[in-house]
T-cell receptor
Framework: EAGVTQSPTHLIKTRGQQVTLRCSPI?????VYWYQQALGLGLQFLLW???????NRGNFPPRFSGRQFPNYSSELNVNALELEDSALYLC??????????FGNGTRLTVT | GQQLNQSPQSMFIQEGEDVSMNCTSS?????WLWYKQDPGEGPVLLIA???AGELTSNGRLTAQFGITRKDSFLNISASIPSDVGIYFC???????????WGAGTKLIIKP
């Protein structure tokens, strides 16, 4: 069974640009979660999607947004990038109310 | 907001030693999860606990769900070099199934 896949693995952007990160969940999983992990720090919850709807949102500004598609894959969009957005962005999927399974993340560097 | 206190923040251990780490909270959880993250990768689920008092093992790892439902510990017996990494606990709230994450315990093996 394929795990959670994320693309791209690495990305370098300039301050002010926009970026889209992609996530494919484990087959059969309907929930997708996005987390931000700054270097050496813990996991900060960004967004939770389930059955195509946004179910919960972390304490992040509106320039962080996303969506979930009918096939349960998901995109995370970040507009007007700032230097402090440099981080590992992790996607996780799960069955409803089951443990999360993570991908290996997208390393975003903003210069 | 809810917080999880995970300790210790980091540990230097000799190969072969036993390791213990724990998480405590002021909130009651209905699930405790333990993950391990290797450098450059996403967290991997080690153990999931669903009942107060539950004691679960996964190889050399043992975790327990505290009786009060506000704490959990993870023990690693006879540590080996591949145990190096960051261990995260996460508690799932009874009320809304939101996951609350600890800040992580970094395990380092002394040369």
């Amino acid at each position: 069974e394929a795990g959670v896949t994320q693309s791209p693995t690495h990305l370098i952007k300039t301050r002010g640009q926009q970026v889209t990160l992609r996530c494919s969940p484990i087959s059969g999983h309907t929930s997708v979660y996005w987390y931000q992990q700054a270097l050496g720090l813990g996991l900060q919850f960004l967004l939770w999607y389930d059955e195509g709807e946004e179910r919960n949102r972390g304490n992040f500004p509106p320039r962080f947004s996303g969506r979930q598609f009918p096939n349960y894959s998901s995109e995370l969009n970040v507009n007007a990038l700032e230097l402090e957005d440099s981080a590992l962005y992790l996607c996780a999927s799960s069955l409803t109310r089951s443990p999360l399974h993570f991908g290996n993340g997208t390393r975003l560097t903003v210069t | 907001g809810q917080q999880l206190n995970q300790s210790p923040q980091s540990m230097f251990i000799q190969e072969g030693e036993d390791v213990s780490m724990n998480c405590t909270s002021s909130s009651i959880f209905n699930t405790w999860l333990w993950y391990k993250q290797d450098p450059g990768e996403g967290p991997v689920l080690l153990i999931a606990l669903y009942k107060a008092g539950e004691l679960t093992s996964n190889g050399r790892l043992t975790a327990q769900f505290g009786i009060t439902r506000k704490d959990s510990f993870l023990n690693i017996s006879a540590s080996i070099p591949s145990d190096v990494g960051i261990y995260f606990c996460a508690g799932q709230l009874d009320s809304n199934y939101q996951l609350i994450w600890g800040a992580g315990t970094k395990l380092i093996i002394k040369p």
